[in-house]
């Protein structure tokens, strides 16, 4: 130890190991303040503006902005298609991903199983501006849909669902489906065979096995799926613009519109606020249950 | 049951890669209108060769996606290493302060911002692009690099300064050479992270200053041509390539096959 050869006395080591501790760490949360923390609290000034303090400008309070949803009742219709999309994208996501998260983690084994996991997730990484491009060419009229619908069918009517409503979830579940697949099979795969095999040997059929066994105990899985989901679904805007089109009007291209189109910030500003508070209680109230059930184990 | 699983398993993988393998083929389709059947060409790749713009936004994208990998993992390892290494009180804020830039919708974060920035002075364009990125990268390689952390034993490295070795010197010698695939690792996640964002782009780019993800929406906006889906082929190649990289450094296949 250094304090025995007398450099440092052990007031002035732990004194000088406090140092290096904010050295390490200064870096990387000076720049998370500069480029999250500050911009958040600065959203949230202006917020309470009547106008962005640009120019001459004179500050003036407000909290108008907060009550558009009052003043302007077609944002309740915004919000509740915004509130539709997060619920059918993330209801079909559980529908669909939970049962081939189970059959990854039970249905498959060693390599096979890590080659298809990696094939779930490998599209979650790779651009999400392109996956959404891509059903463009699927869903429009003419396109790959229709085309392999008539190659059937030659004198059924055109498919184009391109600039709808199913478009957009259609898409979205495309998106998300990956995240709801990992969750699901993180607390698939933690299954104790054990248990399985106790069933078995006492009698249980295989249904009954994924009613009482699989199922019960994916949930967790599920519930943090769905949160991962509706989350950011809620405030996607570049899907409901490229597949919805003009059915596609959504709190998130609403709030766009407020920073690119009408500049009015302030609005905006509340709006997002708005939305992040409800973001924080659907995570407050959901990692209360969570933290329930996990302390209930 | 076993078989129906794997099916099922099956089908939902095609279900996420057809729509992409789609956009693929249309690249190589001569028609500029999408028509069916497919005529091979590789006329749409020729002429991103002479689009200019896109040009420049993916030397952007490549210029942001490397500085942000290389801030981003120096700053996040370590933020890290204190992290996972030292005890100290508020430590465990400091790990929920990673959460906002991951959890927060994109758009809430990148509206704020441009907010900020056009209100400090520090505006839009690449600095602002590059403060951005580094910002939603730094959390990710602070977890990426702290999990590798956790598989070490932090006891060698006080062996070797009880033998005479200096702190920096037994990081160097002990701590890190066992360390660098999760450094590795983290740096290309940052470059991913980077490459791959759109949202937060948008907000802080300018006109003439774009990355890739932006420039290729404004074309959709502006209306589908097959050139879009040239260099989305190409952008899905290059970042699918990093994420299998990525997976082979942090075995993200779950645990290793030891049977």
Sequence with gaps: MRSENGTLTPRGRLARREWTTAALLAPAYSWLTLAVFLPLGAML???????????ARPLQFTFDNYLAFVRRPYLIDVAWTSIQIGLWTTGLCALVGLPAAIALARATRGRSQQVLFLLIVLPFWTNGLVRVFSWTMVLREGGVLDYALHLVAPSAPSVALLYSFPAIIIGLVHAYLPYMILTCYLSAAAIDDAYIEAARSLGARTPMIFAKIVLPLSLPGLISGAILIFVPVIGSFMEPRILGGRVGVTMGTVIEDQFVQAFNWPLGAALSFTMLAVVLIIFGVSSRALSARFGAQ | MIALGRTYLLATIAFLYLPIAVMVA???NDSALYTLPIEPSLRWFASLAVNAPLQLATRNSLLIASATSVIATAVGAMAALALERKRFRGR????????????????????AMLVFFFWTGIGRGIHALLIGHVALAIPYVVLIVGAGLQTLRADLEEAAMSLG?????????????PLLPSVLAAALFAFAVSLDQFVISYFLSTPGVSTLPVEIYSSIRKGFTPEINAISTIFLGVSS???????????LGGKRDSR
Aim: hydrophobic share 65%; no cysteine.
């Design chain 1, 45 to 55: 000034f202006f917020s309470f503006l009547k106008a962005a303090p640009f120019g």
């Design chain 2, 241 to 251: 390539a990093l994420v299998l990289v990525f997976a082979q450094l942090s075995h």
């Design chain 2, 92 to 111: 465990s804020l400091l790990r929920l302060l990673l959460l906002p830039p991951i959890a927060i919708p994109w758009l809430i974060v990148g509206t």
């Design chain 2, 26 to 28: 249309m690249a190589f």
């Design chain 2, 165 to 177: 070795s200096t702190p920096i010197h037994a990081f160097f010698s002990i701590t890190l050479p």
